[in-house]
């Protein structure tokens, strides 16, 4: 009888862990799923066409891609009429390297350049306004920045790629502090492999595509670590389940606070409650219509309908949930 409890207590307790292990790690959707409802681009250089798109925004009934591999801006309308475009390759002022992640904030675009190791900032119209950063590794200095944020009060947050971390800069771009370790890979908390992008909650909050360790962090206003996810305790264990992610190149935060993020590898968008639970799934790999190859960014505008950035198809795709 002893033996027999024993290994009834043994099974219990390991059922209970399966359980548990379940729950924490393989969440089941706890929303209504999206359905495809447009989608605009084709590769090329002509307007209206995109060769590698990355970065999404919407101000108002705009969006703006960055067309990366034409190393412009492309503006189109919500239903994706192609509006205008400006900017070309080159390192002046007002020239673009890679444009990738990008913010609209008070007014003005903002765009991180990859090759240019600066934020470019611009008019909605599309006029050059200031150049912030650098190359380098110093404070306010980049290594291929990924990503740019700005919160109400015009300070920016950009995912610093090569460097390992995310810097906060005053508006003119004078550091005031930041988050990780410059120059060092890690995947304890507050360490970064390769962020990629950032996105401000709106408890002031910060999420952080920390794209290599297929992860996300939040940080508080203050800098200190809240939390993580993706994955088993979310120490870089990529798969294709849910809440887990396999390159997590971008975040964004929709109208209630749901964090969306776009997970490369695994041809999809994830959301999340803001805590990081795990609420449901966007899209799968194909090339029809509302399938999706690399995305690489995603927008959510006021009324929740969410746009895609599907950088392998080289075009633009709007999801609308179910009710």
């Known amino acids: 009888m002893l033996v027999t409890r024993k290994i009834f207590i043994i099974v219990t307790g390991i059922t209970v862990l399966a359980a548990l292990a379940a729950w924490q790690w393989f969440p089941r959707p706890q929303e209504p799923g999206y359905r495809f409802v447009l989608s605009w681009g084709e590769e090329g250089d002509e307007a209206g066409k995109l060769n590698e798109p990355i970065g999404i925004a919407i101000a108002g009934d705009e969006v703006f891609v960055s067309d990366a591999g034409n190393n412009r801006i492309q503006v189109f309308a919500l239903g994706g009429q192609f509006l205008r475009a400006f900017g070309h390759e080159g390192g002046a002022v007002g020239e673009l390297s890679r444009p990738m992640l990008m913010d609209i904030a008070r007014g003005k675009l903002y765009v991180a350049e990859y090759g240019n190791d600066r934020v470019q900032v ?15 590794s110093g404070p306010g200095e980049f290594d291929s920045p990924g990503g740019v944020d700005v919160d109400e009060r015009g300070r920016l947050y950009v995912a610093d790629f090569f460097n390992h971390r995310v ?58 670590f809240v939390r ?25 935060v929709g109208p209630r606070g749901n964090v969306f993020v776009a997970d490369f590898y695994n041809h999809r968008i994830q959301k999340f409650s803001p805590e990081g639970r795990f609420l449901v799934s966007i899209g799968e790999k194909g090339s029809g219509a509302g399938e999706l190859f690399y995305p690489t960014d995603v927008a959510v505008d006021g009324e929740g309908n969410v746009y ?16």
Do not use: C
């Open 167 to 224: 810097q906060l800069l005053e508006p003119d771009g004078t550091f005031i502090r930041q988050v990780g370790e410059t120059g060092r890979k890690g995947i304890r908390a507050g360490l970064f492999n390769y962020p990629t992008d950032v996105a401000i909650m709106p408890d002031g909050s910060l999420a952080v595509a920390d794209a290599y360790n297929d992860r996300v962090q939040v940080f508080g206003p203050d800098g200190s």
């Open 228 to 252: 993580k996810w993706g994955g088993p305790f979310a120490l870089d264990i990529h798969g294709p389940f849910n809440s887990w992610f396999s390159v997590a190149t971008a975040v964004s």
């Open 122 to 136: 611009f008019s909605l119209k599309g006029g050059p306004l200031e150049v912030i950063g650098s190359t380098g």
């Open 308 to 323: 895609v950035v599907d950088f392998g198809n080289n075009r633009v795709q709007v999801f609308q949930q179910f009710k």
